[in-house]
């Protein structure tokens, strides 16, 4: 089973990048590696996903690591907005299941 | 443009009772999920749907059954609830593997 691992929480301050990492070094070569932020009792809302190369959107920007094993969310200036947990998923490509969220990662944002 | 939508928002069940939590959505996905989250932890998936006729048990599908005759609906039945299954259930859809999920509001229920 394709699972990840992300630090419980950290804290960035306002207006600095914030680089939250995930490990999942037991990827295959379909997952893709997808974030999701949940902000307090709201259901998960999509950020970014990717599968070989890094990518950059309106959001974020996610870095991957050439041997795939590891993964990096990048917030580039974090607001008080952003303060959310973040979940770093592996999703198949070829299944509908065998996808896990995990804990995720509590980032708090300091004014 | 609804997305996905989910009824009730909160629900109080006695011990044994049964309800259904709806989900419907608009965006025409034939992928489909319930998830369960308790509290402090993560989503886990309780059963999905590839279209249509379609349904699978995902990682904690026990003491619930699933239905999906329709593209929109995904209905998630509780027959005799217990107080392990206070907790609070979203709703998801999607284009398909890989691709983005689209999550309700959820559902909180409490069963006393």
């Known amino acids: 089973d394709a699972k990840t691992t992300q630090p419980n929480s950290m804290e960035s301050n306002e207006e600095e990048p914030v680089h939250l990492p995930c490990n999942h070094s037991?990827?295959?070569?379909?997952?893709?590696i997808h974030w999701y932020l949940q902000l307090p009792s709201q259901g998960p809302e999509y950020v970014i996903h990717?599968?070989?190369s890094n990518v950059n959107n309106r959001m974020a920007s996610l870095a991957i690591a050439e041997d795939r094993k590891s993964s990096t969310l990048i917030l580039h200036r974090a607001t008080l907005r952003d303060a959310a947990v973040y979940y770093c998923?592996?999703?198949?490509?070829?299944?509908?299941?065998?996808?896990?969220f995990g804990t995720g990662t509590s980032l708090t944002v300091i004014p | 443009n609804a997305g996905v939508t989910q009824t009730p928002k909160f629900r109080i069940l006695k011990i044994g009772q049964s309800m259904t939590l709806q989900c419907t959505q608009d965006?025409?996905?034939?992928?489909m999920y319930w998830y369960r989250q308790d509290p402090g932890m993560g989503l886990k998936l309780i059963y999905y749907?590839?279209?249509?006729?379609?349904?699978d048990k995902g990682e904690v599908p026990n003491g619930y059954n699933v239905s999906r005759s329709t593209t929109e609906d995904f209905p998630l039945r509780l027959e005799l609830a217990a107080p392990s299954q206070t907790s609070v259930y979203f709703c998801?859809?999607?284009?398909?593997?890989?691709?983005?999920?689209?999550f309700g509001a959820g559902t909180r229920l409490s069963v006393l």
């Open positions: 998801a859809s999607g284009r398909g593997q890989g691709n983005i999920q689209y």
């Open positions: 037991t990827i295959s070569g379909t997952d893709y």
């Open positions: 990717g599968l070989t």
């Open positions: 998923i592996l999703r198949p490509s070829n299944t509908g299941n065998q996808f896990y």
């Open positions: 965006m025409n996905h034939n992928y």
């Open positions: 749907s590839v279209g249509a006729g379609i349904t």
